[in-house]
Structures are given as C-alpha cells and as structure tokens.
Nanobody, 116 residues
Framework: QVQLVESGGGLVQAGGSLRLSCAAS????????MGWYRQAPGRQRELVAS???????NYADSVKGRFTISGDTAKKTVNLQMNSLKPEDAAVYYC??????????WGQGTQVTVSS
C-alpha cells in the first residue's frame, strides 16, 4: 500500500507563489510516476503536471511557464512550484502516484486559495 501526503497549500495574493510538496510512504518502489491534479468547486479534477522516470514532464496548457514540477524518483517525492498565481488557479490540489498496472494513489488534498 502507498500513502501520499501533501503540504504547502495556503492563501496567496494573485501574482504570488506557493510551493506544494508530496511525499510517498509504504510500498514506494511500486510508484512509476507522480503528478499533481486540482479540482475547483463545480469542476472536474484536472491534471496540472506530472513527471516520470527520465525527467519527462507534462503540464496543462493553463500552467505552462508558471508552474514547475520536480521530484526525487528514488525517494518518491514530488514538488510543484507555482508562480504568477491567478485566481483561477484556486482549487484543492491533489498529489497522485501511478503504481503497478492499474493502481493509482491519491493524497488527501491541499487547498490553494488565490485572492485577487
């Protein structure tokens, strides 16, 4: 089993920055990729950014150039540096890990609030 724990959410003014962190515990050797999703009220959960072995990253168009995902593939940690935050970035941000086969793991979520 795998547990993911996020930290770093909070309240920030538009234009500001936040850094989210996620750490995996348990059977971390089963995790092949990690990423961040977000869900705003009344909206579907959406991919923000992901990273996998080899340093390959993927970003939603809406965050390209503003957000940076990084991580330690051995320790199974992943960070999301969010700069130039906009009110539309406000959401609950979830860490996700992809395991063996169809297995996926989710963190409990961390709230990001952006004031205009």
């Amino acid at each position: 089993q795998v547990q993911l724990v996020e930290s770093g959410g909070g309240l920030v003014q538009a234009g500001g920055s936040l850094r989210l962190s996620c750490a995996a515990s348990g059977l971390i050797s089963s995790i092949s990729s990690m990423g961040w999703y977000r869900q705003a009220p009344g909206r579907q959960r959406e991919l923000v950014a992901s990273t996998r072995r080899g340093g390959i990253t993927n970003y939603a168009d809406s965050v390209k150039g503003r957000f940076t995902i990084s991580g330690d593939t051995a320790k199974k940690t992943v960070n999301l540096q969010m700069n130039s935050l906009k009110p539309e970035d406000a959401a609950v941000y979830y860490c996700k890990g992809w395991g063996w086969g169809p297995a996926v793991y989710w963190g409990q979520g961390t709230q990001v609030t952006v004031s205009s």
